[in-house]
């Protein structure tokens, strides 16, 4: 079982930036491939990002390649999503989600668990 648990939202002007969190409970954080996703109102959730359970491959994206970075810290049982240049169509709830997998996909239907979600709005 894994807790996850997202913060580093906010609002922000159009070409800021900003780093999402998301802390991990449990002992086998490494064990688990790790994606982001948003959902915009009235959309349907989105893969934004991804990284294997040892870093070492990452996927984004066509809509944020270039802009975003998906990063890990297996120590600390938390991944990041640093976000720059940022455009108002990126505004929407982020949420962070575990696969019991060594191997990511950018289907939200093959994560297991889910946090509950950030606000990130970008002004235009």
């Known amino acids: 079982q894994v807790q996850l648990v997202e913060s580093g939202g906010g609002l922000v002007p159009a070409g800021g930036s900003l780093r999402l969190s998301c802390a991990a409970s449990?002992?086998?954080?490494?064990?688990?491939?790790m994606g982001w996703f948003r959902q915009a109102p009235g959309k349907e959730r989105e893969f934004v990002a991804a990284?294997?359970?040892?870093?070492?491959?990452?996927y984004y994206a066509d809509s944020v390649k270039g802009r975003f970075t998906v990063s890990r810290d297996n120590a600390k049982n938390t991944v990041y999503l640093q976000m720059n240049s940022l455009k108002p169509e990126d505004t929407a709830v982020y949420y962070c989600?575990?696969?019991?997998?060594?191997?990511?996909?950018?289907?939200?239907?093959?994560?297991?668990?889910w946090g509950q979600g950030t606000q990130v709005t970008v002004s235009s």
């Open positions: 449990g002992r086998t954080f490494s064990r688990y491939a």
């Open positions: 989600a575990a696969r019991t997998s060594y191997l990511y996909t950018q289907w939200a239907y093959d994560y297991d668990y």
């Open positions: 990284i294997t359970w040892s870093g070492g491959s990452t």
